[in-house]
């Protein structure tokens, strides 16, 4: 297998509690891998390990290695920025920045690339609108106030906004929990579209939607993977007593 | 008897439920009555000093009172002008030089700070805003005074003198610049409080969806942060405006009290606070000095009616 999210023995502590103990695990290029377990095992925790956004948190101890392409994102002298240009999050709740439309998808890069003139940023904008499938909705709007789309929107261009730092991998923490059903639905039909050239990490706590978007599996119980492994394997074959009854809805 | 009961009988409560719910109802009417009596005080000091004021506004024109620039109430002069830019002058001294420094503050320790060193500065401002301002007066006296004389006067005006705003019209320490100085110090704490807190109510989703494309702190604070904050900012330099506008204690020790338009920082200054308690009590029987100075305090708690007012409603929409 391709790693390219490669974890060795990582732990992190809040303050005194632990919420990952003993994590190494390979995360595939490409495709979607789903991260699933019940509320509090840590799944949220492992994902923000991937964009050092653990850290965010003064309280927050992280020993082990997280390697993307083989390189520690925890090295000393890493730039913690170009970790997360490379490494974007959809988040939970859609948030869009209080500005227009145009400018939350110019955002990014705006930051990365000063010098980009304005006709070259608004061709980016549109592509970037367009690969969320949202361009058609917003095309005759561009300077309206992000805040006034509706949440599912918001959701759509939180992903333009993400999609234009050209990151190579996908976190998604839950990124349909709070959308409606149709726009849920949007959401997953993009994030199988863009499979093919991102690498994508979801969180999610329904087993449905883990079952429609992952290609590969880990199942984490109490801040430890109990399994993981490729999808169909893992829904159809479980090796651990704890994935059949999270499986079989036990808990 | 269930399970629930595990009270014993001994404490209850054995009078019937009316008397439970007259004693709830005299409790909620006496409460209500209590906090209508600040309404009630200020409508009284309102029109107290309007009553008191309103001799010297039939006796002369409005404009003549606040544009008269000589104040000499044994001739019935009554011009306020040099009052009225003398606080002028120092208030915004004071919140020009309160204002960067406290954003940054408020910044530094709402997002760069571990929690352990916001847990010791934070109490620290607090405590600075609760100093009282005579000490600080007592301080600009002793520090800030001197520290004018001796160093602002001949490094700032020895080199840019030839500006009227830097010019050298008197000899000693006391002036607009120490009195903004004073003020500057009085008002930082109350700024930076109002922008913390203003900077708590920022959700940290939109602080997160920047970092999460690769922005740094700073990129997050100056094209998100700020921005977004940007009438909470507003209202904090109007309530720290409005604070400085009304000391009167710390100013009047540092200013001179010279009525006079300032037209320097290193003039002397006037301001309107210290003119009410300079003088009254003191009027003799001058005709019209009692009222004129009533009118000055009617002035004063108008327009800091005003701005807390201005400050109050762009604030509401933070809370949230």
Same mark, same amino acid.
């Given at each position: ?42 799944? *949220?925790?492992?994902?923000?390990? +991937? ?8 309280? *927050? ?40 439309? +145009? ?41 309206? #106030? ?34 409606? #059903? ?23 706590? *329904? ?11 880990? +199942? ?32 | ?61 409005? %404009? ?107 000899? &000693? ?55 977004? %904050?940007?009438?909470? %900012? ?14 009167? %204690? ?12 300032? &037209? ?57």
């Amino acid at each position: 297998m391709d790693a390219h999210i490669s974890v060795q023995n990582l732990h992190v502590w809040y303050g005194n509690l632990a919420a990952l103990t003993a994590i190494s695990v390979d995360i595939p290029r490409h495709g979607i891998t789903v991260i699933m377990g019940p509320s509090g095992c840590g799944k *949220t925790t492992l994902l923000k390990s +991937f964009n050092r956004f653990l850290e965010l948190n003064d309280t *927050t101890r992280i020993s082990g290695t997280v390697a993307v392409d083989g390189h520690d994102v925890y090295a000393p002298g890493v730039d913690v920025t170009a970790v997360r240009k490379r490494v974007g999050l959809l988040a939970q709740r859609p948030t869009a920045l209080p500005m227009s439309i +145009f400018e939350n998808v110019a955002y990014g890069m705006r930051i990365h690339q000063p010098h980009l003139d304005k006709s070259a940023l608004a061709i980016q904008v549109q592509h970037y609108l367009e690969v969320a499938g949202l361009w058609h909705e917003v095309a005759q709007r561009l300077d309206a #106030p992000a805040t006034a789309l509706s949440i599912g929107q918001q959701q759509r261009l939180c992903l333009a906004r993400g999609l234009a730092v050209e990151p190579e991998i996908i976190l998604g923490d839950e990124p349909t929990s709070a959308l409606d #059903p149709i726009s849920s639905r949007h959401i997953e039909q993009k994030l199988l579209e863009l499979k093919q050239r991102y690498t994508t990490v979801i969180v999610t706590h *329904t087993l449905r939607q883990a079952k429609r978007l992952a290609d590969y599996v880990i +199942f984490m119980y109490l801040g430890e993977i109990v399994e993981a492994g490729p999808a169909q394997q893992l829904f159809t074959n479980p090796q651990q007593e704890r994935t059949k009854e999270y499986l079989a809805g036990v808990f | 008897m269930g399970i629930f009961e595990i009270r014993s009988d001994a404490g209850r409560d054995t009078r019937p439920a009316s008397a439970r719910h007259r004693q709830d109802a005299i409790a909620q009417r006496w409460s209500l009555r209590i906090t209508f009596i600040p309404l009630i005080v200020l409508g009284f000091v309102a029109i107290a000093l309007i009553v008191r004021a309103w001799p010297i506004l039939q006796t002369y024109p409005l %404009i003549a009172l606040l544009f008269g620039t000589v104040w000499k109430p044994s001739a019935g002069q009554f011009g306020l002008w040099p009052f009225i830019t003398g606080t002028l002058w120092v208030t915004s001294v004071g919140v020009i030089l309160a204002v960067p420094p406290s954003i940054l503050t408020a910044i530094y320790i709402s997002e760069y700070a571990q929690t352990r060193t916001r847990l010791i500065i934070k109490p620290i401002l607090d405590v600075l805003a609760a100093i009282p301002p005579v000490v600080y007066g007592v301080w600009g006296l002793l520090a800030v005074v001197p520290f004018v004389e001796s160093v602002l006067v001949p490094g700032l005006s020895g080199a840019l003198g030839f500006l009227p705003l830097f010019a050298s019209n008197q000899p &000693t320490g006391f002036s607009v610049l120490a009195g903004g100085i004073v003020l500057a110090v009085m008002i930082t704490p109350l700024i930076i409080a109002v922008i913390y807190e203003i900077l708590h109510t920022v959700p940290n989703d939109l602080r997160q969806a920047s970092l999460a494309v690769g922005a740094t702190r700073w990129e997050t604070i100056w094209r998100v942060l700020l921005p977004y %904050i940007m009438p909470g %900012i507003i209202a904090a330099i109007v309530l720290g405006a409005s604070r400085a506008f009304g000391e009167t %204690i710390a100013v009047l020790m540092v200013v001179g009290n010279v009525p006079k338009v300032p &037209t320097s920082l290193f003039d002397t200054a006037y301001p309107l606070p210290a003119l009410i308690a300079n003088n009254y009590g003191e009027m003799m029987s001058i005709p019209l000095y009692d009222a004129a100075l009533l009118m000055v305090a009617l002035v004063l708690l108008v327009v800091v009616f005003i701005f807390n007012l201005i400050a109050m409603m762009i604030l509401r929409r933070f809370v949230r």
